[in-house]
């Protein structure tokens, strides 16, 4: 089994109280953590304003961390969960993430989705289209990635996007190319795409849920007539790692008080799904997942900008031993 953990970048309000001064110091010195604890990846949200509210909290974008993190860390490989399609004509993601590629060594995962959040869409100027567009959008810029990645010089006709002989040099380091996440759940649309296009997918949710949607890929990878074994299954969580019960309990009554002068604390614990566990209840969680086939688990711990022991102590006792 493989792992990753998000970054504290603040849009899960995850850096407020710390001086904006300190956040590229109490950034970096997470990443190096995190690839220091067994965590094969590190990941960012791509998103421009806070979460669950709009608040005037930072948000760091996420291909300017990507970017940052190429020329500073070593051998952690560097993810987006995800990049929301509309928010960048995919030819120029395309050269971004190659140019990326390049300067970390080969470490990109190409996270893609459709995106979702309504409110960012309308305060920043993008169209929010409707879900069948949106995905539409998706299906035509990974294609569009993945010829560029690939070849020389790519036109496209498609119903969103239109290329003309574009060129993108460099191209990426990794081969046959940068591994792409395509992030989400939807059944008939997006599970989709992903049978056609991903060697990852992501998506979250209860044990019968989360089994259930592996076998809707399943079902369209052969429809599409694509290798379901080859594609990676993964899923996210939202949790602290902490050594016993008394220190659960601890810990979630300073997520409340951190989050209380921004949002409704027990609303937003309860929409992310936020737990205090024990290495040996984490491990009691996910075994049935694994059991199903989940293959990679990403985490994202809210305390690790503050106390990065959690995600040490999930590094110490929880990888080995879901890996044991």
Same mark, same amino acid.
């Given at each position: 089994? /493989? *792992?990753?953990?998000?970054?504290?970048?603040?849009? /899960?309000?995850?850096?407020?109280?710390?001086?904006?001064?300190?956040?590229?110091?109490?950034m !970096?010195?997470? +990443?190096?953590t995190?690839?220091?604890?067994?965590?094969?990846?590190?990941?960012?949200?791509?998103?421009f304003?806070?979460?669950?509210?709009?608040?005037?909290?930072?948000?760091?974008?996420?291909?300017?961390?990507?970017?940052?993190?190429? $020329?500073t860390?070593?051998?952690?490989?560097?993810?987006?969960?995800?990049?929301?399609?509309?928010?960048?004509q995919?030819s #120029?993601?395309?050269k971004?993430?190659?140019?990326?590629?390049?300067? %970390?060594?080969?470490?990109?995962?190409?996270? @893609?989705g459709?995106?979702? #959040?309504?409110?960012? *869409?309308?305060?920043?100027?993008y $169209?929010?289209?409707? &879900? %069948?567009?949106?995905i539409?959008?998706?299906?035509?810029?990974?294609? @569009?990635?993945?010829?560029?990645?690939?070849?020389?010089?790519?036109?496209y006709?498609?119903? =969103?996007y239109?290329?003309?002989?574009?060129?993108c040099? &460099?191209?990426?380091?990794q081969?046959?190319? @940068?591994?792409?996440?395509?992030?989400?759940?939807?059944?008939? !649309?997006? !599970?989709?795409? +992903?049978a056609? =296009?991903?060697?990852?997918?992501?998506?979250?949710?209860?044990?019968?849920?989360?089994?259930?949607?592996?076998?809707?890929?399943?079902?369209?990878?052969?429809?599409v007539?694509?290798? *379901?074994?080859?594609?990676? /299954?993964?899923m996210?969580?939202?949790?602290f790692?902490?050594?016993?019960?008394?220190a $659960?309990?601890?810990?979630?009554?300073?997520?409340?008080?951190?989050l209380?002068?921004?949002?409704d604390?027990?609303?937003? @614990? +309860?929409?992310w799904?936020?737990e205090? !566990?024990t &290495?040996?209840?984490?491990?009691?969680?996910?075994?049935?997942?694994?059991?199903?086939?989940?293959?990679?688990?990403? %985490?994202?711990?809210?305390?690790?900008?503050?106390?990065?022991?959690?995600?040490?102590? *999930?590094?110490?006792?929880?990888? &080995?031993?879901?890996?044991a």
């Open positions: 089994m /493989r *792992f990753g953990s998000f970054l504290p970048q603040g849009w /899960r309000l995850d850096l407020a109280g710390i001086p904006v001064e300190q956040h590229w110091d109490t !970096l010195f997470t +990443a190096k995190i690839e220091a604890s067994g965590f094969e990846s590190l990941w960012v949200f791509d998103h304003q806070t979460v669950p509210v709009r608040t005037q909290e930072v948000t760091y974008e996420a291909w300017t961390l990507m970017a940052a993190l190429a $020329a860390t070593d051998t952690v490989r560097l993810g987006q969960m995800c990049t929301c399609t509309p928010y960048r995919p #120029y993601l395309a971004v993430a190659s140019s990326i590629d390049v300067i %970390s060594g080969g470490r990109v995962e190409m996270g @893609i459709a995106g979702w #959040y309504e409110q960012e *869409f309308d305060g920043y100027g $169209a929010y289209r409707k &879900p %069948s567009e949106r539409g959008m998706l299906r035509e810029g990974v294609e @569009i990635m993945q010829r560029m990645w690939g070849e020389e010089l790519v036109s006709e498609g119903q =969103y239109t290329l003309k002989e574009a060129v040099q &460099p191209k990426p380091l081969k046959p190319s @940068i591994p792409t996440w395509i992030a989400g759940g939807g059944e008939q !649309l997006t !599970l989709r795409v +992903a056609q =296009y991903a060697q990852y997918t992501n998506w979250s949710g209860a044990i019968d849920e989360w089994s259930h949607k592996s076998s809707v890929l399943q079902a369209h990878c052969a429809a007539g694509t290798d *379901f074994g080859a594609i990676t /299954r993964s996210n969580r939202t949790w790692c902490v050594p016993d019960e008394a $659960a309990k601890d810990k979630m009554d300073w997520f409340a008080e951190a209380s002068p921004f949002v604390p027990g609303k937003a @614990i +309860a929409r799904g936020v205090a !566990l &290495p040996e209840q984490m491990v009691e969680q996910i075994r049935p997942y694994q059991s199903k086939g989940m293959d990679y688990l990403i %985490s994202f711990f809210p305390d690790a900008a503050y106390d990065p022991s959690g995600l040490e102590l *999930f590094g110490r006792e929880v990888i &080995p031993a879901l890996n």
